[in-house]
């Protein structure tokens, strides 16, 4: 089946520490995004990417890192930097940019 | 930068009553926009999308309206189920491939 997956479902880490999301999709998409959703709110774009090797900074890219290596593949990582890292991440990928976009199914990261 | 509002935070509805969900936009650039719908602990789902050259758009139970001239979106959900309960955002894109989310509306559907 084609779609797109985030793993794990839940992450725990220390404080301090930095930590990889995993997201890949098979759906031969060129653009992947990630998403922070807190409880009760709306999700807010960390990062994009247009096609492989590129990637942008979102509204709150601060404390986070990404790759894009490959088509499929558009690891997150959050880094000790980022002050409040406990959330749910989303990531997502469309076609193009007059399609709409795919989700996984997220991963809920805690930070204790 | 770009700021896409919701009017109604939480929407409570009788079932088999039509539901509108509204969505203020600022960027007159936005060319494509998307409504979502989410469930507790799960990824947002794709309901329905309309492009800037259209004004209205009509899916299953689900109707989507576009004002440019007022920056407005809303989504119209007819004869609401139990299972239209969720929370729902609206999306666009303007410049590139950048996709910007509303902050949501919660709809609770009242049996």
């Known amino acids: 089946d084609g779609g797109i997956t985030q793993s794990p479902k839940y992450l725990f880490r220390k404080e301090g520490q930095n930590v990889t999301l995993s997201c890949e999709q098979n759906?031969?998409?060129?653009?992947m995004y990630w998403y922070r959703q807190d409880p009760g709110q709306g999700l807010r774009l960390i990062y994009y990417s247009q096609i492989v090797n590129d990637f942008q900074k979102g509204d709150i890219a601060e404390g986070y890192s990404v790759s894009r290596e490959k088509k499929e593949s558009f690891p997150l990582t959050v880094t000790s930097a980022q002050k409040n890292p406990t959330a749910f991440y989303l990531c997502a990928s469309s076609i193009d940019r007059i399609s709409e976009a795919f989700f996984g199914q997220g991963t809920r990261l805690t930070v204790v | 930068g770009e700021s896409v509002g919701l009017h109604l935070p939480t929407l409570s509805v009788q079932e088999g009553d039509n539901s509108i969900i509204n969505c203020a936009y600022s960027?007159?650039?936005?060319?494509?926009f998307i409504w979502y719908k989410q469930e507790s602990g799960k990824g947002p789902q794709f309901i329905i999308d309309?492009?800037?050259?259209?004004d209205k758009r009509q899916g299953q139970r689900v109707t989507v309206l576009l004002n440019k001239t007022v920056k407005h979106l809303s989504l119209q959900i007819a004869a609401t189920q139990p299972g239209d309960s969720a929370v729902y955002f609206c999306a666009l894109r303007a410049a590139g491939n950048k996709l910007t989310f509303g902050g949501g509306t919660r709809v609770l559907v009242k049996p």
């Open positions: 759906l031969n998409h060129d653009a």
């Open positions: 960027n007159s650039a936005s060319d494509y």
């Open positions: 309309i492009r800037s050259n259209m």
